[in-house]
């Protein structure tokens, strides 16, 4: 009565399945199982190739557009200070339009943006 006797599981005189004997009742049980699943869902996601990028890489993708509208502002706007003596209103103005045009480039790319896909041929509001 150790446990690993064959007859305390009730299994009586029969022999233990070979190898062979396993993989063909696993290959059956596969078919079943792939028979009554149900098909998968269509993809609905809103971009086309979405599914290929990684949630972390567009994170950073996202953050780096945002950040470079940012800092190209600055520079334009140091540069406008710098040459026309403009200081500090030329740094105030590109910074901001640098945000803003990071935060567009957000909207853009997430598929936040709003602007509605028309057909070329189309014409009229």
């Known amino acids: 009565m ?4 064959p007859k305390d599981e009730g299994q009586g005189d029969r022999a233990a399945p070979t190898d062979s004997e396993l993989s063909a009742r696993l290959r059956r049980l596969e078919t079943q199982i792939d028979r009554k699943r149900p098909p998968a869902a269509p993809d609905l996601s809103p971009r086309p190739g979405s599914s ?7 994170a950073m993708t996202l953050s780096t557009e945002f950040i470079a509208g940012v800092i190209a502002g600055g ?18 103005v590109f910074v901001l339009l640098g945000f803003v045009t990071g935060v567009y480039n957000i909207m853009r790319l997430s598929g936040f943006s709003g602007a509605k896909d028309r057909p070329k041929d189309r014409k009229g509001p």
Not at 52 to 58: A, E, F, H, K, P
């Open 52 to 58: 290929d990028r990684s949630s972390l890489g567009q």
């Open 75 to 92: 520079i334009l706007g140091w540069l406008c200070d710098h040459f026309l003596g403009t200081k500090p209103w030329g740094m105030i």
């Open 2 to 5: 150790s446990g690993n006797d």
